[in-house]
């Protein structure tokens, strides 16, 4: 009997776990962690990668959920050449997946740090190669705009195609985005705060000053948001300055102005000049 239950436990188990693999590509694509989108790993920390730990071998995934879970344990660990396979895995798995689009370009933008290479957008060079990275945060841009075709009202997808968007140095696309998603979901603390960010970036002080009040509002303990905030106070404070301030004029040449001109008389004598 124990047998027999034993083998329907053992039946169950897969008819759950082979659900789980059909999730949709919208579902999968839900959210991205920001401790992920904002890697915790530095570029700085990847000369201290063990031999043994960047040769480690990637096994080859059927599943492009298991290939991005699998890409964040190697990212967490430091091991950006693991994390890279099993993004880029993922990726070809399910190209409709945009987080692990995102994640390859994170992974890949910590080696091209590393080795001091500049972006492409940059540069006035048009025909220089264009760098792994930003091949894939394109990617991303592509699978987020595809989610936010399906469902218009998606803000999760606004806000990661926001992130996408600002990976490429794109402020004004980012500032498009990121507004889309505050105005879908205004009650979201960390969306108000990212769309502050870009708006200082843009020199958008006072809206900027309002969106970081929000969110600190939305948030007490959003130390990062209030950081930001004395930044764009700072700015505000020094754009109404600038407007304010009176240009200096000189007093002599505004005389000159409100005088009337004189007509000559018709007595005046025109002086000769004496003979040298």
Do not use: W
């Not at 989108?37 to 040769?55: F, H, K, L, M, R």
């Amino acid at each position: 009997m124990s047998h027999l239950r034993s083998i329907l436990y053992f039946a169950l188990f897969s008819l759950l776990f082979s659900g789980c693999q059909f999730e949709s590509a919208k579902s999968r694509n839900a959210s991205i962690v920001e401790s992920q989108t904002q890697s915790s790993v530095q570029p700085g920390n990847i000369n201290n990668n063990s031999a043994e730990q960047e040769d480690e071998e990637v096994p080859k995934f059927n599943d492009a959920v298991e290939a991005l879970r699998k890409g964040d344990e190697y990212l967490d660990a430091n091991k950006t050449k693991n994390a890279i396979d099993a993004f880029k895995q993922s990726a070809e798995l399910d190209p409709d997946l945009a987080e692990a689009h995102f994640k390859l370009g994170v992974a890949y933008s910590l080696i091209e740090d590393e080795l001091g290479l500049e972006p492409v957008s940059s540069t006035s060079d048009k025909k220089k190669k264009r760098k792994n990275s930003e091949t894939s945060f394109e990617n991303a841009v592509k699978a987020y705009k595809k989610l936010i075709r399906e469902n218009p009202k998606d803000h999760t997808a606004y806000f990661n195609l926001g992130r996408a968007y600002n990976k490429l140095y794109d402020d004004e696309q980012t500032e498009r985005a990121l507004k889309k998603a505050v105005d879908l979901n205004p009650d979201d603390s960390l969306y108000r705060t990212e769309y502050g960010v870009v708006l200082i970036k843009l020199a958008k002080y006072s809206a900027a000053v309002s969106q970081l009040r929000k969110a600190i509002e939305l948030d007490s303990d959003n130390i990062r948001a209030e950081d930001l905030l004395t930044k764009a106070r700072a700015g505000q404070k020094r754009t109404n300055y600038k407007s304010k301030t009176p240009k200096r004029t000189d007093p002599s040449a505004k005389n000159r102005k409100s005088e009337p001109a004189r007509a000559p008389s018709a007595t005046a004598v025109p002086t000769t000049p004496k003979n040298s």
